[in-house]
């Protein structure tokens, strides 16, 4: 078989075989990078390189390694031993697990830093384990806590923040302040206050841009499409604060947050004692009680 009869031979095996997906390409790339971290941590000794005895004592640890090694879906700690431009690798239940960058969220990595991860892939035959702090962070988010980020991009109906490694939220306009009515946008600036509306103690900078710092509380988190609704409404000491001094609001998330959530307990106390007693009278006795 002649140059010219390969060169057609391997150009029919090219067109005959299908587009790679996208999955497949990222589970690729994801390999790749995994491969050149791992490489620079801990590289492969040959088994001419090894003795008898060291084999039998690795052949040992692994099966040690196999009885820690962590499960799909486990949330645990996870501690930088390494850096790498793909990724990090993370000490996890004692064996060395890859962290890529995608994963890592906004916090930057570096060698000591402990944090929690979600264990993504555990393969027992490869020994490969692959972790993310992002989708941890996901899976640990409440409703009712408070986030810290940045407002990455604005649109007519509000503005969304980038928080805890990674994460994305709503803020929607009516979820801004109690008088969302006097928002508008001010092009690429962002959103302030309508100056028909202001009034002396209403501020005219910009309340929300690209770039802004915020602390909002999380009203809204579903796990099944991933959607997180935010709110600084919710974190007013008194209504329009956001209007007035978002610097304050902000400041004092946590004590307003830790207010509102006695509040709600006690009207949910309020509310059983009320239930247990409609349980234990009749509405006849119950409004007889009530009636002079």
Request: proline content about 5%; hydrophobic content about 35%; glycine content about 8%.
């Amino acid at each position: 078989m002649d140059t010219l009869e390969l060169e057609e031979l391997e150009l029919i095996q090219e067109v005959s075989q299908p587009p790679l997906s996208e999955k497949t390409l990222w589970e690729r790339a994801l390999e790749r990078q995994e491969r050149e971290t791992l490489k620079q941590v801990s590289p492969q000794l040959s088994p001419l390189d090894e003795a008898p005895m060291k084999r039998k004592q690795r052949q040992k640890q692994m099966q040690k390694d196999n009885k820690n090694k962590p499960s799909v879906g486990e949330i645990t700690q996870g501690e930088i031993v390494a850096v790498n431009r793909g990724g990090a690798v993370c000490s996890v239940h004692g064996l060395q697990a890859f962290l890529p960058n995608s994963h890592l969220g906004e916090q930057p990595a570096r060698i000591g830093i402990k944090l929690s991860v979600k264990v993504l892939r555990a393969d027992a035959a490869t020994q490969r384990i692959v972790v993310s702090h992002r989708e941890a962070n996901r899976e640990t988010l409440r409703r009712g806590d408070i986030v810290r980020g940045v407002v990455t991009s604005l649109r007519p109906y509000g503005a969304f923040v980038s928080f805890g490694g990674g994460l994305r939220g709503l803020l929607h306009k009516h979820s801004i302040s109690v008088n969302d009515w006097k928002l508008v946008r001010d092009g690429e600036r962002g959103y302030v206050v309508d100056a028909c509306f202001r009034d002396e103690r209403e501020t005219p900078e910009v309340l929300l841009a690209v770039g802004s710092a915020v602390a909002c509380l999380v009203t809204g988190h579903n796990l099944n499409n991933g959607r997180i609704s935010l709110s600084t409404r919710a974190l007013e000491p008194e209504p329009g604060d956001m209007l007035r001094n978002p610097a304050g609001v902000f400041a004092r998330a946590e004590a307003v947050a830790a207010a509102h959530r006695d509040r709600q307990a006690q009207e949910l106390l309020e509310y059983k004692i009320l239930a247990s007693i409609c349980e234990e009278n009749s509405l006849s006795s119950l409004l007889n009680d009530l009636l002079p």
